[in-house]
Structures are given as structure tokens and as C-alpha cells.
């Protein structure tokens, strides 16, 4: 499957793939998120929703990170020996030497999944799927992840998501935050 999604390229998509899969990227959805939090909670809530989102970030990456890639050693698929000269390298780029689990999709998938269940919104949900969605597919197009080190990383993410969601409800309920 990833072969088959990494030989499906063509140079405008290349290009594209490159930059979704940046951070830098995101910026202004990033932006967006933290105004529509202001709007709807006031700053001081919404200081408690982002740090959670920030914690939720940080902890995916973390996880996947230092914990489940150095643990599982799995190659990612530009260094497996078996896949070499069958994927096409965008700008040379294959990434660091183990893929399982994403990061791009842990850490994507907290960010969507806890803004999502915070903020409540149809229209803002959507747009968040579709951000984790062409994050995740873009780790594939640029031949750095298996779908399954896709599938673990979102895994990952909304465990966490979720747990630092239900934390953090109970920390939004303190009164010092609702005023």
C-alpha cells in the first residue's frame, strides 16, 4: 500500500506533500484555533485549553518519539533495505531511522482530536480531520511511514488526547478559571 501511494507522485504534488508536512505550515489554522478558543472561553479558559493542548502535543510526541520508536526499532521505509530504489524520494529526504509509531500522526491527531472535543464544532471538527488526514497521508506520499506507523501514531495521540482531556475538565471546573 505505501508503495503504491509513494509511485503516485507527480512534481506539483511532490512540492505539496513537502510543505504539508511542515509545522511552520500550520500556522495560521494554529492561530485560528487559538482565537476561536478566545472567543468562545475568554483568555483565561482558553490559556487552561491550550496549555492542554500544548501538554497533549508534547506528551504524543514524546511517546512516539522517546518511547516507542528507540523501543520498537522498526526502519522506516526509506532505510529498510528490502524498499531501496522502489520509493520515490522527495528532496532526498528520508526522515530518521525509525517509523513506528508517527509522530507527525500523534502529535496532528492531539492537537485535532483535543481542540475538537473542546471547542464543539461541526464546521471546525471537519477542518481538523482533514488536517490530520493530509498530515498523515503526506508521511506516506513522502515514503517516511507504513500506514501502520500511521495507525499507531493516531492510536497514541487520541489516548492521550482523551486522558489530557479529562484531566483538564476537571482543572477548567476550578472556580479561579471561570471568572
Not at 7 to 18: I, P, R, S, V
Not at 22 to 30: A, E
Not at 83 to 103: A, P
Request: a positive charge.
Amino acid at each position: 500500500m505505501l508503495v503504491w501511494i509513494n509511485q503516485h507522485h507527480a512534481e506539483w504534488a511532490d512540492t505539496l506533500m513537502w510543505y504539508i508536512s511542515k509545522s511552520t505550515t500550520w500556522i495560521p489554522l494554529y492561530a485560528l484555533m487559538i482565537g476561536l478558543l478566545w472567543h468562545r472561553f475568554g483568555w483565561r479558559r482558553m490559556l487552561v485549553w491550550l496549555v492542554a493542548i500544548v501538554v497533549a502535543i508534547g506528551l504524543a510526541d514524546f511517546v512516539s518519539s522517546g518511547l516507542i520508536k528507540p523501543l520498537v526499532c522498526r526502519l522506516r521505509p526509506t532505510h529498510e533495505p528490502q524498499l531501496e530504489g522502489m520509493l520515490h524520494l522527495v528532496r532526498g529526504y528520508t526522515g530518521g531511522m525509525y517509523g513506528f509509531v508517527s509522530s507527525h500522526a500523534a502529535n496532528t491527531v492531539a492537537c485535532a482530536y483535543l481542540f475538537s472535543r473542546v471547542y464543539r464544532d461541526r464546521c471546525m471538527t471537519l477542518i481538523m480531520s482533514l488536517y490530520v488526514a493530509v498530515n498523515c497521508y503526506s508521511r506516506m506520499y513522502l515514503g517516511v511511514h507504513y500506514p501502520g506507523d500511521i495507525l499507531g501514531g493516531l492510536v497514541v495521540g487520541l489516548v492521550i488526547a482523551e486522558s489530557i482531556y479529562l484531566i483538564t475538565k476537571r482543572i477548567d471546573k476550578i472556580k479561579i478559571f471561570n471568572s
